[in-house]
């Protein structure tokens, strides 16, 4: 017996021995990672994780995209990714997850670049950090836009001709832009450019994203405007009584994981069980431009180049010189304002009524983005008057800042208490309101387009889910869970966290009988669940065990 | 941290949520490995091909000349499978009748049947142009008909053989290709020719030996032939280039 206990000693100091070294030699124990104090992993803390966010979509764009580079080929585009789509093992799963991977990307990267707009993060000090973000953003709408192109559908074919159109407008270097962007013609050279410019997109993406999360931990979080009191500039210098990044920190990240990636593979995978959705949800490629059923497809943009697609169908933008001014106007000036707004608003109040019209023109881009967007979606090709224009965009935008200024005024002067807890989340559900007001008022005009009843339809199912979203979010910021302790573990825990992952057992082996290629869609609604069902285990789990 | 939680209430859940998870990284790693290989290319059953020419006329047997070294070759069963097409003779040039034979295979100490020749002598065989040892194509494994070529291994002499110059690998084209010296332990595979006598065209139409050297069978990992015939190309005589 005795000799038994001494080998499982000997065998259990080697093992503490090896790890001790491996964690001197990798130096893992001291990476420059801020600990975090613990609002900021309660509930309704979400907001301080945004960009943790996008770094785990962009981690799954990166896995996946790495294994559809293995099988696609840009000299036959279509018919390669046809091949994934058929043939590859879960190929499926990895092209539709992939696309909804990026969309996910793109929507969170707006989240958190308004969120770190409106409570004034990119103040003092740190300056360059939103300007790098800026600039990942139309990185990541430029990755998009060549990483949708690469299907050979006729989406594909059509975001290609526009943007070539566009490219060719710039004066003087737009043949040559033209030649580089877009290749000498012969479809193999078009498609082996734009697979390489995705690829290096991505690359500065990394590049960038690295510096952005370094000048993250060095300027640390801003703090909740209870700590800030409002006042640039604001850090979260860490304390002796801070919990330890590990496991900590490390913990909070692999729950946003489960559940993040959870999402992007369950939402696809479901979708993906309707046939015939509509094509700018769609997470399968469309149909060959050459085929009969292009015809039948209306000539979009990827939903996230929507905005810009439709303000070159505006009546001041038909002539010439239009689809270039176009973008410029609604596409490189609202990028320019967002590059430069530290040093427009250089103030070092972080409240937004105290910054009136930084407030006003942030959520005047929301709103503008959201209604070109569907109005894009549903009047494909249609031109609009551009008397037509300015009844739909200018109303908007006056009674933003008609309404922001009187607010501010009234607030300025004390007559204004928003809310007892916090004037922040007030002012969110105040600006989601406000988002529904426009639309709804932008739905008002919709008779002038025609469409009415599905224009109608769909802004008031967009509105729903800003409104929705914006509420949810804003009021769980501030209404967080007290810190409760536990001195026992509940029932429910024990019995939730076992049934979740029983399920989780139960769907993984279910999952490993079903085919690899005409199964695929129903394997990723199995392994999406499986995700968040252990993501949601891990919340409990950290909520008893460290009552966050 | 809660302090008040018994340590083995604590370790119960923690081992659940760890299952919880090791089930998602499972499943997801599944996922990964299973996509990384793609289902092999292929086909179900042996194709009949008739073997033309480049113009796509069929090839005759009586148009084959006899101890040639140039390499006729075609692909079968799938795409850039070379095969060589040989007609065999005696060292006086005298076409050999080549009868069925057992052959064995070194390495496993297994035999078989080989096919016997066919045209007009009996003397028209092919086989896989892909050396069992290490892969070599032509060049390096080629023709040495009888009496035109040899080579000369450990002292000892060999006409009317096929030979590879990679490693030193020698085969009996008139017995199956069976193995006259290492390195190969295998046999070169031999295509079966079917051989039509009123037009005397030839068509393939199986194998039998070892597998296609570098492949899990015969009949996967390359593209299939499109259409009922596959081309016979001559290479070239490797001995003149």
Known sequence: M??????????????????????????????????TPDYMRQWGGKWYWTGALITIAFTYEVLTGVILLLYYNPASPYPSTQYILNSVPFGKLLLATHLYGAYAMIVLVYIHMFR????????????????????????????????????????????????????????????????????????????????????????????????????????????????????????????ENMKPWYPSNLLYLVELGLLTIGF??????????????????????????????????????????LFVYKAVDFGMFTNYMGPLNASIVFGLLPLI???????????????????????????????????????????????????????????????????IFGISKMWKKGKLKIGNKSTTSSFFIFISGLVVAVILTGYSFSYFVGHASILSLGKLVLSGGAMGFLAIGTAKT???????????????????????????????????????????????????????????ALAIYRRIIYGE | MNEGIDETKRNFLKLMVTASVVAGAGLSLGVVVKSLSPPQAGINSFPTLKLVDSSGNPVLTSSLPTNDPSAMQFSYPLQSTPNFLLSIGDSNGTPVNIGATQVSIPATGATYQSYSGVGKNGSVVAYSAICQHLGCIFPELRFYPAGVESITLGGKTY????????????????????????????????????????TDELYVSNMVGPTIYGRASDLTGETPISGTTTEVTNLGNPFTA
């Open chain 1, 478 to 536: 501030s209404d967080q869970l007290p810190d409760q302790k536990f001195k026992k573990i509940p029932t429910g825990a024990y019995v939730a966290i076992a049934l979740l992952t029983f399920m989780c057992w139960v769907l993984l082996g279910l999952s490993l009988k079903l085919d690899p290629i005409s199964q695929a869609m129903t394997v990723g609604m199995a392994l999406g669940t499986v995700l968040i069902f252990s993501g949601i």
């Open chain 1, 2 to 35: 005795s000799s038994i206990k001494e080998r499982v000693k000997k065998a259990r100091d080697f093992g503490t021995g090896a790890w001790n070294w491996f964690m001197n030699r990798s130096h893992l124990d001291r990476l420059p990672l801020r600990k």
């Open chain 1, 337 to 403: 304002y967002f590059l430069v707004i530290p040093f427009l608003d250089r103030g070092n109040s972080l409240h937004p009524l105290d910054r009136p019209i930084t407030t006003s023109l942030g959520i005047i881009s929301i709103v503008y983005l959201i209604i070109l967007s569907v109005w894009g979606a549903f009047t494909p090709g249609l031109i609009i008057p551009s008397t037509q224009v300015a009844l739909v965009l200018l109303p908007p935008a006056i009674i933003t800042f008609a309404a």
């Open chain 2, 159 to 198: 006409t009317g053989v096929l030979h590879c110059l990679c490693h030193g690998s020698t085969y009996d084209p008139e017995k199956g290709c069976s193995v006259l010296t290492g390195p190969t332990t295998h046999p070169l595979p031999m295509i079966k020719l079917v051989w039509d006598s009123s």
């Open chain 1, 116 to 239: 770190n707009y409106f409570v004034g993060a990119y103040k003092k000090p740190r300056e360059l950090q939103w300007i790098i973000g800026v600039l990942l953003l139309a990185l990541t709408i430029g990755a998009g836009y060549f990483g949708y192109s690469l299907s050979g559908d006729v989406l594909s074919y059509d975001a290609q001709d526009v943007g070539r159109g566009i490219a060719s407008l710039i004066p003087v270097l737009g043949q040559w832009l033209v030649s580089v962007g877009f290749g000498n013609g012969t479809t193999t050279s078009l498609f082996t450019k734009f697979l390489g410019y995705h690829i290096i997109m991505v690359g500065l993406i990394a590049l960038l994203f690295g510096y952005h999360f370094y000048l993250a931990e060095a300027n640390t979080m801003l703090p909740s405007s209870k700590i800030s009191k409002y006042r640039a500039p604001a850090s979260t210098p860490e304390t």
């Open chain 1, 264 to 305: 992007i593979v369950f939402i696809p995978s479901f979708v993906g069980l309707f046939p015939n959705t509509p094509i700018l949800i769609s997470p399968f490629p469309g149909p060959l431009p050459t085929s009969a059923a292009a015809a039948l497809i209306p000539p979009y943009p990827p939903w996230f180049l």
